[in-house]
């Protein structure tokens, strides 16, 4: 492959990240949205958060609007400092006690699989996305690209 080819294909990286990060933000914020904001303060308040409500608000909007924004390669390094920070109090308060695995089989039966908690490897595997993303920016496909084209 010659090395040009190989130069236009690592500048399109960005978008499986983008593509990832976002659309799995964007569903968890919406998931707690459409059970009830309440339901997840109450999850916060059981957790003794301070603020269980504002927070279960802030988390939420976090979640869909920091989403979109690396969805669509808009305000990365903005929208990927809220979203590192959801993901290391999700890392502290949550996945930590389940080590690293985000998989623990606990056994198999006639109706499936069953796991147990979470550990906080794909919070770790978001992060790096982030980081991926703040390094190299949203690449081509994006809608900070597109802007920038229209404004030359």
Request: glycine share 8%.
């Amino acid at each position: 492959m010659a090395i040009n080819t190989r130069d236009r294909l690592a500048r399109c990286a960005p978008l499986p990240l983008r593509l990832i990060v976002g659309y799995g933000f964007m569903e968890h914020g919406l998931a707690k949205l459409t059970k009830g904001p309440d339901k997840f303060a109450a999850i916060l308040h059981a957790m003794h958060v301070p603020a269980f409500h504002w927070m279960a608000w802030l988390t939420i909007l976090t979640e869909i609007f920091g989403g979109a924004a690396v969805l669509l390669g808009m305000w990365i390094v903005a929208a990927s400092v809220p979203i590192a920070i959801v993901l290391l109090v999700a890392i502290f308060t949550v996945h930590l006690p389940y080590g690293f695995s985000s998989i623990h089989l606990i056994s198999v039966t006639a109706a499936g699989a069953q796991f147990g908690p979470p550990g906080y490897e794909c919070d770790l595997l978001y992060l790096a996305c982030l980081a991926a993303l703040v390094c190299t920016g949203p690449g081509p496909f994006s809608l900070r690209e597109w802007m920038r084209k229209r404004r030359s």
